[in-house]
T-cell receptor
Framework: QKEVEQDPGPLSVPEGAIVSLNCTYSNSAFQYFMWYRQYSRKGPELLMYTYSSGNKEDGRFTAQVDKSSKYISLFIRDSQPSDSATYLC????????????FGAGTRLAVHP | DAGVTQSPTHLIKTRGQQVTLRCSPKSGHDTVSWYQQALGQGPQFIFQYYEEEERQRGNFPDRFSGHQFPNYSSELNVNALLLGDSALYLC?????????????FGSGTRLTVV
């Protein structure tokens, strides 16, 4: 079993839709939770960062962490064609030089 | 301010050959990590370098080795290439102490082994 599970999709939605992406994990030592966006032929770029449990909002993006269920989510409101990319969840434990453990990534396509 | 620079962008090698990939970290960063991203998969941690020493290593064979130079730039070497080594190799730099949110990734080197 992988440490981090993420549905690879692909996910196709119309412009303006609310998108829900999620990951589950098995390692209870994870304390830092991130969402990265990766465009084709580019490296991942950090979208959202959350420490421990709770919600974080940044513009159209909301990240949620539920450590009791070992489940994290990313919501994208009013999705735009420019949001079309692969979304990777990543996690890190304390005391380990911040090695990132990634999910497989979910491919998202937002069509006009 | 340049971000993380990786070279070359693409590379084709034959099975059994050796390859060296290069990374220049973002200005001000002192730590370099390397990740392998196979097609359709998330990046997998190979190793991390800090103060010219390998500080942490993922589950990769000894065919994968690296180096960090005094100017913080880094190289990833892979010996005896296998078809399964075909992947996007990502370099990520950070400043020690910044934590997990401090990574900046390069655009990667696409390695194809034939």
């Amino acid at each position: 079993q992988k440490e981090v599970e993420q549905d690879p999709g692909p996910l196709s939605v119309p412009e303006g839709a609310i998108v829900s992406l999620n990951c589950t994990y098995s390692n209870s030592a994870f304390q830092y939770f991130m969402w990265y966006r990766q465009y084709s032929r580019k490296g991942p770029e950090l979208l959202m960062y959350t420490y421990s449990s709770g919600n974080k909002e940044d513009g159209r993006f909301t990240a949620q962490v539920d450590k009791s269920s070992k489940y994290i989510s990313l919501f994208i409101r009013d999705s735009q064609p420019s949001d079309s990319a692969t979304y990777l969840c990543a996690m890190s434990a304390t005391g380990g030089y911040n090695k990132l453990i990634f999910g497989a990534g979910t491919r998202l396509a937002v069509h006009p | 301010d340049a971000g993380v620079t990786q070279s070359p962008t693409h590379l084709i090698k034959t099975r059994g050959q050796q390859v060296t990939l290069r990374c220049s970290p973002k200005s001000g960063h002192d730590t370099v990590s390397w990740y392998q991203q196979a097609l359709g998969q998330g990046p997998q941690f190979i190793f991390q370098y800090y103060e010219e020493e390998e500080r942490q290593r993922g589950n990769f064979p000894d065919r994968f080795s690296g180096h960090q130079f005094p100017n913080y730039s880094s190289e990833l070497n892979v010996n005896a290439l296998l078809l399964g080594d075909s992947a996007l190799y990502l370099c990520a730099s950070s400043l020690s102490g910044q934590g997990a949110r401090g990574y900046t990734f390069g655009s990667g080197t696409r390695l194809t082994v034939v």
